[in-house]
């Protein structure tokens, strides 16, 4: 799937899976049996999702910076060159 998207599109990111500071609890459902695990990792989800939505936020902020710099960077370059 994501070589598929890479020939659709320039710019893809495999964003990380982290749940910010509730990681903990990320693994502590993980550790339980398979059908806990699928009721309370859903539950756990919905209850702590702005908290993920931050945190997956904060990453994507990251990864334009990176590009930016480096697009910058590209453009310094090209226009010293």
């Keep these: 799937m994501y070589?598929?998207?890479c020939d659709q599109f320039d710019d893809v990111h495999i964003l990380e899976n982290s749940w910010g500071w509730a990681e903990p609890l990320r693994?502590?459902?993980n550790?339980?049996?398979?059908?806990?695990?699928?009721r309370a990792r859903w539950r756990l989800h919905l209850l702590f999702g702005?908290?993920?939505a931050k945190n997956v936020a904060d990453i994507m902020v990251i990864s334009l910076k990176m590009d930016l710099n480096q697009l910058v960077?590209?453009?310094v370059i090209m226009v010293f060159v």
């Design 3 to 5: 070589r598929a998207l």
């Design 27 to 29: 693994h502590l459902v």
């Design 31 to 38: 550790a339980m049996p398979e059908a806990i695990t699928l």
């Design 50 to 52: 702005p908290i993920i």
């Design 73 to 75: 960077k590209d453009i």
